[in-house]
């Protein structure tokens, strides 16, 4: 769907107007209630050295509000008329219509004379200019910009900066507040009330009322009256909500107490109708750091982004969440006039977190000052080499004199830095910087460790040999910073291709940026996020890391200007609520602070998880190699075990007979137990093989019963309505033939079967009698020709993910929007799809790695027990193109090396492809099993807004275990 030419105002999600069509409307844009901030740019007649190294504006307390909050902005500038320009992603996505008529907001400006103006972004991509509103004096009162002449009826459109501009030179502050567009009429498909969550504490505490308050807003002319809904979880509180003309109140929600730490989905709604989403989670805090010693765990906040009152709230959350460590970030503007150093802005920037107990791990992510950079600069690494080492020494001299300053790391991402610039010297001006800048800080801050810049291994559009180069001196460095963002178990093998990179090297290696998206649309993806966390720290530890550091504390999808920005990496939403990725990295550091990797946690083949030891007890981290699946299964043991879910709620499992039977959650989870307590035993009842069959099939297979017992038991076993029985012996394995027969319209994916199972031993005394949940695929079916495949159609919420959680942006409209028809099938030539897409809009502005940001298609394919290779396919601006991102063994990522056409007729875009079959390294005959997964993504006006997914694995998570299993049939 075009933005620009269908979009009126998706404020908040579709809902019933109650205005008349003369009365005038005010939707809030910002009130600065959710305490956030903005980013600013420096404009004409600013002062550059000013002393100031945090957002100049934000959210500030201000207790003649009416909510307690106002914005404030702080300026610095050294001529007339000189500028800045604040913006804010929250604003910029908001589409305004033709019936937007300005921007209504209360200033005071305490001695600030000047103007405030707006830079709007028409429907015809022209940038434009408002007539400024003129500000002066003291003292609350609202101005009014008006969005003509400068608009020029070219709707919708949207506020792309504030432009703030003093009279006279000057520095000081003044305060704004309640950012609104007032409309001649309130556009159809927005809601008469707002709302929003007002911030009291950061989550519930076991055991207390869970009470969310919201404020409502009333942006109508005239009284609003209704009921809303609140829901968590399975319960569910309405509220009548009274306004007058424009008016405000706080609702409280009581949702009583919630016995078991959790996290839970909140929805608010209004005659059905989307208000706000969030979360309510209960967690247990750790009131302030746990840990002593490496690995420690850390999180970044980008806090020079932040404005101070978001500073300290996010501080104050930092003893909550137990961390060792922020990643705090500084770069060239911190000197940009050589000899005015900020020092003491960066020291109050830090103070909050150095107060809540953490220590800095400090990240120059970028950039020199005009008197350090070369001019003209081949590199963004060119520097003067003099003044370069002056620099170094100004930061070691200051570092050394800053509280819990521990590690420096050196450029952000520089392997990724400059690669398409051509005759760029790059690398070598790094490795010169890095051998100056090292013996600076050995002189200067000797307790600091120097760590390389945070490098990505296993990224094609990589500086060619930045790393072999980098490692080749090790004498520059202390020790080794990477990223990796990939979802475990990949996150695993690029570890250990930066293991392979360093060689002899035994220096400790920091994983310095690494997170994981939760989207904001589907509960599901939070808990993923949750359970991701869970599994890279539990592998970082094990694997003997100095460090992790989680990006981010909070989502940022609201604050920098960038359609692309999908910044759901947080554990806190942008409005203050905690995600369950909070509670679970809070229990995390609770359960492996100042232990120690033991050995492999081998107790059950379906497991994979980590070990970690005591002074006297040990601790397994857990969770299902594949993804989404639960079972039983048992441990042996003389001791009771205690079993902890991903948030902490624990309950003690005493043994029977020797054994402790266990349940594994689709979540990680914890035991503990006194050293060397637990021991693996085989499955009650397992499948021999994985079992794979199409709908209405009847699969042969074979069932492993086993007796782990000391005792001849009888056993008796139910497998489709047919009792099996005998007797097994101890320590005896049997082999059970069976039949499992696959439901004839099944849906494709991971099914259950439950068996009820009876083991008794002497005297006929159960031993064991309960159902065993095993898990078996129901295969799609891939035939041998076009003219039989099965059409695989997306055109249904239920195959929907939408990118960007942002209620001012419309949600899917149906098929005519985004949906799909696909048949696959296979030949002697490989594996052929034809994909039929309809999309009202097509945008293809990206090439080559970038292919999967435009309207595309992508394929996903894997043997059943093997890697995957990824392809994207877009028709460009240049006309049709295929990308390899993620290659075969024995090829490199590139263009696709394959037969594929793509044409687009109206609204219609067909996709042609066909795989060659040495790509696969499956044989392409019937019978054979595979994974796959395939998405469709729509990207309107240059935003990546939403995909249709046939299985997950792709997009966020790569994963060949959430893909579907196929298997090749003999259909002609």
Same mark, same amino acid.
């Given at each position: 769907?075009?933005?620009?030419?269908?979009?009126?105002?998706?404020?908040?999600?579709?809902?019933?107007?109650?205005?008349?069509?003369?009365?005038?409307?005010?939707?809030?844009?910002?009130? /600065?209630?959710?305490?956030?901030?903005?980013?600013?740019?420096?404009?004409?007649?600013?002062?550059?050295?000013?002393?100031?190294?945090?957002?100049?504006?934000?959210?500030?307390?201000?207790?003649?509000?009416?909510?307690?909050?106002?914005?404030?902005?702080?300026?610095?500038?050294?001529?007339?008329?000189?500028?800045?320009?604040?913006?804010?992603?929250?604003?910029?996505?908001?589409?305004?219509?033709?019936?937007?008529?300005?921007?209504?907001?209360?200033?005071?400006?305490?001695?600030?004379?000047?103007?405030?103006?707006?830079?709007?972004?028409?429907?015809?991509?022209?940038?434009?200019?408002?007539?400024?509103?003129?500000?002066?004096?003291?003292?609350?009162?609202?101005?009014?910009?008006?969005?003509?002449?400068?608009?020029?009826?070219?709707?919708? /459109?949207?506020?792309?900066?504030?432009?703030?501009?003093?009279?006279?030179?000057?520095?000081?502050?003044?305060?704004?507040?309640?950012?609104?567009?007032?409309?001649?009429?309130?556009?159809?498909?927005?809601?008469?009330?707002?709302?929003?969550?007002?911030?009291?504490?950061?989550?519930?505490?076991?055991?207390?009322?869970?009470?969310?308050?919201?404020?409502?807003?009333?942006?109508?002319?005239?009284?609003?009256?209704?009921?809303?809904?609140?829901?968590?979880?399975?319960?569910?509180?309405?509220?009548?909500?009274?306004? &007058?003309?424009?008016?405000?109140?706080?609702?409280?929600?009581? /949702?009583?107490?919630?016995?078991?730490?959790?996290?839970?989905?909140?929805?608010?709604?209004?005659?059905?109708?989307?208000?706000?989403?969030?979360?309510?989670?209960?967690?247990?805090?750790?009131?302030?750091?746990?840990?002593?010693?490496?690995?420690?765990?850390?999180?970044?906040?980008?806090?020079?982004?932040?404005?101070?009152?978001?500073?300290?709230?996010?501080?104050?959350?930092?003893?909550?969440?137990?961390?060792?460590?922020?990643?705090?970030?500084?770069?060239?503007?911190?000197?940009?006039?050589?000899?005015?150093?900020?020092?003491?802005?960066?020291?109050?920037?830090?103070?909050?977190?150095?107060?809540?107990?953490?220590?800095?791990?400090?990240?120059?992510?970028?950039?020199?000052? &005009?008197?350090?950079?070369?001019?003209?600069?081949?590199?963004?690494?060119?520097?003067?080499?003099?003044?370069?080492?002056?620099?170094?020494?100004?930061?070691?001299?200051?570092?050394?004199?800053?509280?819990?300053?521990?590690?420096?790391?050196?450029?952000?991402?520089?392997?990724?830095?400059?690669?398409?610039?051509?005759?760029?010297?790059?690398?070598?001006?790094?490795?010169?910087?890095?051998?100056?800048?090292?013996?600076?800080?050995?002189?200067?801050?000797?307790?600091?460790?120097?760590?390389?810049?945070?490098?990505?291994?296993?990224?094609?559009?990589?500086?060619?040999?930045?790393?072999?180069?980098?490692?080749?001196?090790?004498?520059?460095?202390? !020790?080794?910073?990477?990223?990796?963002?990939?979802?475990?178990?990949?996150?695993?093998?690029?570890?250990?291709?930066?293991?392979?990179?360093?060689?002899?090297?035994?220096?400790?290696?920091?994983?310095?940026?690494?997170?994981?998206?939760?989207?904001?649309?589907? &509960?599901?993806?939070?808990?993923?996020?949750?359970?991701?966390?869970?599994?890279?720290?539990?592998?970082?530890?094990?694997?003997?890391?100095?460090?992790?550091?989680?990006?981010?504390?909070?989502?940022?999808?609201?604050?920098?200007?960038?359609?692309?920005?999908?910044?759901?990496?947080?554990?806190?939403?942008?409005?203050?609520?905690?995600?369950?990725?909070?509670?679970?990295?809070?229990?995390?550091?609770?359960?492996?602070?100042?232990?120690?990797?033991?050995?492999?946690?081998?107790?059950?083949?379906?497991?994979?998880?980590?070990?970690?030891?005591?002074?006297?007890?040990?601790?397994?981290?857990?969770?299902?190699?594949?993804?989404?699946?639960?079972?039983?299964?048992?441990?042996?043991?003389?001791?009771?075990?205690?079993?902890?879910?991903?948030?902490?709620?624990?309950?003690?499992?005493?043994?029977?007979?020797?054994?402790?039977?266990?349940?594994?959650?689709?979540?990680?989870?914890?035991?503990?137990?006194?050293?060397?307590?637990?021991?693996?035993?085989?499955?009650?009842?397992?499948?021999?093989?994985?079992?794979?069959?199409?709908?209405?099939?009847?699969?042969?297979?074979?069932?492993?019963?086993?007796?782990?017992?000391?005792?001849?038991?009888?056993?008796?076993?139910?497998?489709?309505?047919?009792?099996?029985?005998?007797?097994?012996?101890?320590?005896?394995?049997?082999?059970?033939?069976?039949?499992?027969?696959?439901?004839?319209?099944?849906?494709?994916?991971?099914?259950?079967?439950?068996?009820?199972?009876?083991?008794?031993?002497?005297?006929?005394?159960?031993?064991?009698?309960?159902?065993?949940?095993?898990?078996?695929?129901?295969?799609?079916?891939?035939?041998?020709?076009?003219?039989?495949?099965?059409?695989?159609?997306?055109?249904?919420?239920?195959?929907?993910?939408?990118?960007?959680?942002?209620?001012?942006?419309?949600?899917?409209?149906?098929?005519?929007?985004?949906?799909?028809?696909?048949?696959?099938?296979?030949?002697? !030539?490989?594996?052929?799809?034809?994909?039929?897409?309809?999309?009202?809009?097509?945008?293809?502005?990206?090439?080559?790695?970038?292919?999967?940001?435009?309207?595309?298609?992508?394929?996903?394919?894997?043997?059943?027990?093997?890697?995957?290779?990824?392809?994207?396919?877009?028709?460009?601006?240049?006309?049709?193109?295929?990308?390899?991102?993620?290659?075969?063994?024995?090829?490199?990522?590139?263009?696709?090396?394959?037969?594929?056409?793509?044409?687009?007729?109206?609204?219609?875009?067909?996709?042609?492809?066909?795989?060659?079959?040495?790509?696969?390294?499956? &044989?392409?005959?019937?019978?054979?099993?595979?994974?796959?997964?395939?998405?469709?993504?729509?990207?309107?006006?240059?935003?990546?807004?939403?995909?249709?997914?046939?299985?997950?694995?792709?997009?966020?998570?790569?994963?060949?275990?959430?893909?579907?299993?196929?298997?090749?049939?003999?259909?002609?």
């Amino acid at each position: 769907m075009n933005l620009f030419r269908t979009i009126l105002l998706f404020i908040l999600p579709a809902c019933r107007v109650l205005c008349a069509a003369d009365a005038p409307a005010r939707v809030i844009l910002d009130d /600065f209630s959710t305490i956030s901030s903005y980013y600013w740019d420096d404009g004409p007649g600013s002062n550059p050295d000013a002393e100031r190294y945090w957002c100049p504006l934000g959210s500030a307390e201000d207790s003649s509000r009416d909510d307690g909050w106002c914005g404030r902005l702080e300026f610095d500038f050294l001529q007339d008329n000189g500028e800045g320009y604040a913006y804010k992603n929250e604003i910029y996505k908001t589409f305004l219509d033709r019936n937007a008529v300005g921007l209504r907001l209360w200033v005071n400006p305490q001695g600030f004379s000047g103007r405030i103006s707006l830079d709007l972004e028409r429907s015809d991509r022209k940038k434009v200019r408002t007539v400024p509103a003129a500000v002066s004096g003291s003292g609350w009162r609202e101005i009014f910009i008006p969005f003509e002449p400068a608009l020029e009826g070219k709707a919708p /459109f949207v506020i792309h900066n504030l432009i703030f501009t003093a009279d006279k030179a000057g520095k000081g502050e003044m305060l704004i507040d309640d950012l609104q567009v007032e409309y001649s009429t309130l556009p159809e498909e927005s809601a008469p009330l707002g709302a929003l969550p007002v911030y009291r504490q950061l989550g519930w505490r076991p055991g207390e009322p869970a009470v969310p308050e919201y404020r409502f807003r009333n942006r109508l002319g005239k009284p609003f009256r209704g009921i809303v809904k609140m829901r968590v979880g399975e319960r569910e509180v309405s509220r009548e909500v009274d306004l &007058p003309p424009y008016g405000a109140k706080v609702i409280a929600f009581d /949702f009583g107490v919630f016995d078991r730490k959790t996290a839970l989905p909140l929805e608010l709604t209004w005659e059905g109708k989307l208000l706000h989403r969030g979360w309510v989670t209960v967690f247990e805090p750790n009131r302030g750091r746990l840990n002593r010693r490496p690995m420690w765990f850390s999180v970044e906040d980008q806090e020079l982004n932040n404005a101070p009152a978001e500073n300290a709230l996010h501080a104050s959350w930092l003893p909550l969440l137990g961390v060792d460590m922020i990643r705090a970030g500084v770069m060239g503007n911190v000197e940009m006039t050589k000899g005015r150093f900020k020092a003491e802005a960066l020291r109050k920037l830090w103070q909050p977190h150095i107060r809540a107990g953490v220590m800095l791990q400090i990240d120059y992510a970028g950039y020199f000052p &005009p008197w350090v950079a070369a001019r003209p600069q081949t590199s963004p690494m060119d520097c003067n080499w003099a003044e370069f080492d002056l620099f170094m020494e100004h930061l070691a001299k200051f570092f050394h004199t800053l509280p819990g300053a521990r590690y420096f790391e050196f450029i952000n991402e520089p392997n990724l830095h400059d690669v398409t610039t051509p005759g760029s010297r790059m690398t070598d001006h790094y490795m010169a910087a890095i051998r100056r800048m090292y013996p600076i800080f050995k002189k200067h801050a000797p307790e600091i460790q120097v760590m390389t810049g945070g490098v990505c291994p296993d990224v094609p559009y990589s500086q060619p040999g930045f790393i072999e180069r980098l490692m080749a001196q090790p004498e520059t460095f202390d !020790a080794v910073a990477y990223h990796e963002h990939s979802e475990y178990p990949r996150y695993a093998d690029t570890f250990g291709t930066m293991r392979r990179l360093m060689g002899e090297i035994r220096k400790p290696v920091f994983n310095t940026e690494a997170g994981f998206r939760s989207r904001y649309t589907e &509960p599901d993806q939070f808990y993923r996020q949750a359970a991701q966390l869970v599994k890279k720290i539990a592998y970082s530890k094990a694997a003997g890391m100095e460090g992790y550091n989680w990006f981010m504390v909070q989502d940022f999808w609201d604050k920098g200007r960038n359609a692309e920005r999908d910044d759901t990496f947080g554990l806190v939403t942008i409005h203050n609520q905690p995600k369950p990725s909070f509670a679970a990295y809070a229990e995390l550091i609770r359960q492996l602070a100042n232990r120690t990797p033991g050995e492999a946690a081998e107790l059950d083949r379906r497991l994979d998880g980590c070990r970690f030891e005591g002074e006297t007890d040990e601790v397994f981290v857990l969770w299902p190699r594949r993804e989404n699946e639960t079972f039983d299964f048992m441990v042996r043991s003389d001791v009771p075990v205690e079993y902890r879910d991903i948030y902490g709620n624990s309950e003690m499992l005493p043994p029977r007979n020797g054994i402790v039977m266990l349940s594994a959650s689709e979540l990680p989870f914890y035991l503990r137990t006194p050293k060397k307590a637990l021991t693996a035993i085989e499955p009650l009842l397992s499948f021999r093989s994985p079992v794979c069959g199409m709908p209405g099939d009847k699969v042969p297979a074979v069932l492993l019963l086993n007796n782990p017992y000391g005792e001849e038991l009888a056993w008796s076993l139910a497998v489709g309505g047919i009792r099996r029985s005998g007797r097994i012996g101890p320590g005896e394995q049997r082999a059970v033939p069976v039949t499992v027969a696959v439901p004839p319209h099944a849906q494709s994916g991971m099914r259950t079967l439950t068996l009820p199972l009876t083991l008794q031993g002497k005297q006929e005394k159960p031993v064991y009698q309960g159902g065993i949940s095993l898990n078996y695929f129901c295969c799609g079916k891939i035939a041998g020709t076009s003219r039989k495949a099965q059409p695989i159609i997306l055109d249904s919420a239920s195959s929907l993910q939408e990118l960007v959680f942002d209620p001012r942006l419309p949600a899917w409209q149906g098929p005519e929007d985004l949906s799909a028809e696909i048949a696959v099938w296979y030949s002697e !030539a490989g594996l052929s799809f034809d994909f039929k897409v309809t999309d009202q809009e097509h945008c293809g502005n990206e090439n080559g790695i970038y292919l999967w940001r435009n309207d595309c298609v992508q394929i996903g394919i894997a043997p059943m027990e093997g890697e995957m290779r990824e392809y994207a396919f877009s028709l460009t601006s240049a006309g049709p193109e295929g990308y390899c991102h993620i290659p075969p063994p024995g090829m490199e990522a590139g263009p696709f090396q394959g037969g594929f056409s793509i044409v687009r007729e109206g609204n219609l875009t067909r996709y042609r492809i066909t795989i060659p079959g040495n790509q696969l390294f499956f &044989p392409l005959r019937p019978g054979t099993a595979f994974r796959m997964a395939l998405l469709v993504c729509d990207n309107d006006s240059g935003v990546r807004l939403r995909t249709m997914n046939y299985f997950a694995g792709i997009d966020g998570e790569k994963n060949t275990r959430l893909y579907g299993v196929m298997q090749l049939s003999s259909e002609q």
